[in-house]
């Protein structure tokens, strides 16, 4: 059974900055993209960055050159580092991780709050 466990979300101010890691655990092989996305109170998901197993990476526009996606593939860990936060960054966060074998898999969610 494949599980995704998102930690490092919380209240932070304006201008400050978290990191977000999400590891999967079970057995889960040929893993391919890794990304997460946010999800803002009546909003629909959206991406916010993705990586893929050779390491290009993806941003959406609102988020370039302040958020950074990186992995580590022996731990099957994927992280946001979220920089200059703003009060429009203020989401759940959710990782999904594509497996060649077995499909797409999402995280449970962690809050992302972003206090003016």
């Known amino acids: 059974q494949v599980r995704l466990v998102e930690s490092g979300g919380g209240l932070v101010q304006a201008g400050g900055s978290l990191r977000l890691s999400c590891a999967a655990s079970g057995s889960i092989v040929n893993i391919n993209a890794m990304g997460w996305y946010r999800q803002a109170p009546g909003q629909q998901r959206d991406l916010v960055a993705t990586?893929?197993?050779?390491?290009?990476?993806d941003y959406a526009d609102s988020v370039k050159g302040r958020f950074i996606i990186s992995r580590d593939n022996a731990k099957k860990t994927v992280y946001l580092q979220m920089n200059s936060l703003k009060k429009e960054d203020t989401a759940v966060y959710y990782c999904?991780?594509?497996?060649?074998?077995?499909?797409?898999?999402w995280g449970q969610g962690t809050q992302v709050t972003v206090s003016s």
């Open positions: 990586i893929s197993s050779g390491g290009t990476t």
């Open positions: 999904k991780v594509v497996s060649g074998y077995y499909g797409a898999f």
